[in-house]
Nanobody, 124 residues
Framework: VQLQASGGGLVQAGGSLRLSCAASGHTVSRYILAWFRQATGKEREFVAA????????HYADSVKGRFTISRVNAKNTVYLQMNSLKPEDTAVYYCAADWSPPKISVFYADYDSWGQGTLVTVSS
């Protein structure tokens, strides 16, 4: 199972970026996809997650109203549209998959597979 994240970069405060993460090598048909982030010197934190159908999403309070998570199951891909970016959004962003979820979790220990991370830097 492999998750490949892309789309990070340098952007000015107030700008936008879209992250992508493609999943491959899995056989499970229903799974949750999520984004976490980890800033330098801080613990990894939950950002957003989406269920199999895309009908249910959950966001951290810090990104609610600015970030949007979506998925295209035909492409096994999850996206994170990030608008109104702030310097405090600077972090390495990781996509994650929970292959047998009872429900969406905000705890990184509940996720089974992780992408390699993509760096997002927001300048002030």
């Amino acid at each position: 199972v492999q998750l490949q994240a892309s789309g990070g970069g340098l952007v000015q405060a107030g700008g936008s970026l879209r992250l992508s993460c493609a999943a491959s090598g899995h056989t499970v048909s229903r799974y949750i996809l999520a984004w976490f982030r980890q800033a330098t010197g801080k613990e990894r934190e939950f950002v957003a997650a989406i269920n199999w159908s895309g009908g249910y999403t959950h966001y951290a309070d810090s990104v609610k109203g600015r970030f949007t998570i979506s998925r295209v199951n035909a492409k096994n891909t999850v996206y994170l549209q990030m608008n109104s970016l702030k310097p405090e959004d600077t972090a390495v962003y990781y996509c994650a998959a929970d292959w047998s979820p009872p429900k969406i979790s905000v705890f990184y220990a509940d996720y089974d597979s992780w992408g390699q991370g993509t760096l997002v830097t927001v300048s002030s």
